[in-house]
């Protein structure tokens, strides 16, 4: 059985999404899609992703990773689970058009 490293979900109380990491080292962060303009909100730590999107204001379940080399292969993987949840999504949105 396959399970999910990374979770993608908006809350419910605001349109905010938010990229949820489930293995070491686990991290929730604000996740500002690119799609939704230039405006990506101010935050001590923000990381532009390869797509362009952006993760913002991470809350570290576990130490965050200590190398420069450990966080770009973290946010790459980001990166590409985002890239496929957007492919997943577009799919679901071709069907409906059907």
């Not at 929730?28 to 390869?50: M, Y």
């Not at 492919?87 to 949105?93: E, F, N």
């Amino acid at each position: 059985m396959m399970v999910d490293a990374f979770i993608i979900g908006e809350g419910t109380a605001t349109d905010t999404e938010f990229l949820i990491h489930r293995d070491h080292p686990r991290f929730i962060a604000k996740l500002w899609c690119v799609s939704l303009g230039n405006d990506v909100p101010l935050s001590p730590l923000s990381v532009e992703l390869s797509n362009g999107d952006t993760l913002y204001d991470f809350d570290w379940i576990d130490p965050a990773p200590t190398t420069r080399e450990e966080f770009d292969s973290l946010m790459q993987r980001a990166s590409e689970a985002i890239y496929a949840d957007s492919l997943k999504t577009a799919i679901i949105d071709d069907d409906e058009d059907d």
